[in-house]
């Protein structure tokens, strides 16, 4: 089978140009052949200075490809949305390019924005789905022509008028150990309760696995890859126990697991390792 090689990652020039002050507003992203990209900028200077997280992907064919790039410039430049920037593909070809016929038109937002803006944009563009992929991801290649089978974050479903996010990038568990002398349902409700108000960070899920054989239970939290720590440290402090993670998917025989000791009200990481 051919191997596709990789291309020099790109992506940090195009994160520099996210920031100049460029007037493209009279460029048409279906007649332009020479820049891979085109831009815009919100004139609200407090949204220009975000920094930048990730992106929500609107494709579209070559045929609706200018209209909706218009649309959604405008809103980003009124400050509408409250994205930071957004931009355009145009004709000129790339590697990483989807097919022959349809461009992309990416919006970024800073994370605490993520959610805000995506609902806002959906409503606007009127898709059935939306996807957002971090510019983390985009500096590290992560492209499906390139093999990786899953390249986003998040995903906003329009769900009949009803919207709903779902965390694509489901990487792995903490988990608390439970005895029969601790009060488990009481310690899942305050975990749960801490996920549905946002305090632990970016959490997928909150589950219960019981066991009547050893008199042993096991919560999980489901996190994202970029908020491991940051759920494990929230999520330590709420048990005040030892914690432990482990990635949810096998990767050419490895699996990251990190062990979190609560250390008397001190925590710290003891082991972080591959096996």
């Not at 992203?29 to 990730?54: C, M, N, Q, S």
């Not at 059935?128 to 492209?143: C, F, G, I, M, P």
């Amino acid at each position: 089978r051919n191997q596709i090689s990789r291309p020099v990652n790109t992506e940090h020039v195009r994160m520099m140009e996210l920031d100049q002050d460029r007037d493209e507003s009279e460029r048409i992203p279906t007649r332009v052949f020479d820049d891979e990209w085109i831009y815009t900028h919100p004139y609200d200077d407090a949204l220009r200075g975000k920094e930048t997280f990730g992106k929500w992907l609107v494709f579209r064919n070559y045929t609706e490809l200018d209209s909706v790039w218009q649309l959604i410039k405008e809103h980003v430049f009124n400050g509408d949305l409250g994205a930071k920037a957004a931009k355009c593909s145009t004709m000129l070809k790339t590697e990483t390019r989807f097919d022959d016929i349809t461009g992309v038109i990416c919006v970024y937002t800073a994370k605490e924005d993520i959610d805000q803006v995506g609902l806002k944009l959906i409503r606007l563009v009127g898709d059935e789905k939306l996807h957002y992929k971090t510019d983390a991801a985009s500096l590290r290649n992560v492209y499906r022509i390139y093999g990786a089978p899953k390249t986003t974050y998040k995903t906003l479903l329009w769900n009949n008028g009803d919207p709903k996010f779902i965390f694509d990038n489901r990487y792995g568990k903490w988990f608390i150990k439970c005895t029969r002398h601790d009060n488990l349902d009481s310690m899942w409700q305050r975990i749960r309760q801490a996920a549905e108000d946002g305090v632990l960070g970016d959490v997928y899920s909150v589950q219960v696995f019981r066991s009547s054989a050893d008199n042993v239970s096991n919560i999980s939290v489901g996190t994202t890859e970029e908020d491991v720590e940051k759920v494990g440290d929230n999520l330590i402090t709420i048990v005040k126990r030892d914690i432990h993670f482990k990635t949810t998917n096998m990767c050419a025989g490895m699996q990251k697991k990190i062990h979190f000791q609560w250390n008397e009200g001190k925590p710290q990481f003891t082991c972080k390792e591959f096996i």
